[in-house]
């Protein structure tokens, strides 16, 4: 998954869309915003930051949703926990 992959749901996130669009494509910052935006459901950047900052605004103190994302890699030879604790791990086959 590349970072212009990423459906963003906040000004930051359309921001940070845009940068990686206007590298990709070499565009201009203001046009890569409105592309973010397009991909993010709104019109243009403008229409995306009246309509987020409309939300934040009304919500107050409402429930938020929280996404979290991260990376990994793939075929570590021990867990994670025991790499960090400085416990030797021995991967045992039951043959």
């Known amino acids: 998954m590349s970072k212009t ?6 000004i930051e996130g359309i921001k ?7 590298k990709r494509d070499s565009i201009s910052h203001s046009k890569a915003l409105d592309t973010a935006s397009h991909v ?5 950047f403008q229409h995306a930051r009246r309509s987020l900052t409309a939300c934040s605004a ?8 929280v ?3 991260t ?11 025991v790499r ?8 045992h086959s039951m043959s």
Request: overall charge positive.
């Open 40 to 44: 993010s459901g709104f019109g243009n």
């Open 16 to 22: 940070r869309l845009a940068k990686a669009i206007s």
């Open 71 to 81: 990376f990994w890699r793939h075929g570590l030879k021990e867990p994670p926990a």
């Open 5 to 10: 992959d990423i459906q963003p749901s906040s």
């Open 84 to 91: 960090r604790s400085g416990y030797s791990y021995q991967r």
């Open 58 to 65: 009304e919500a107050g103190s409402t429930r938020q949703a």
């Open 67 to 69: 996404y979290i994302s």
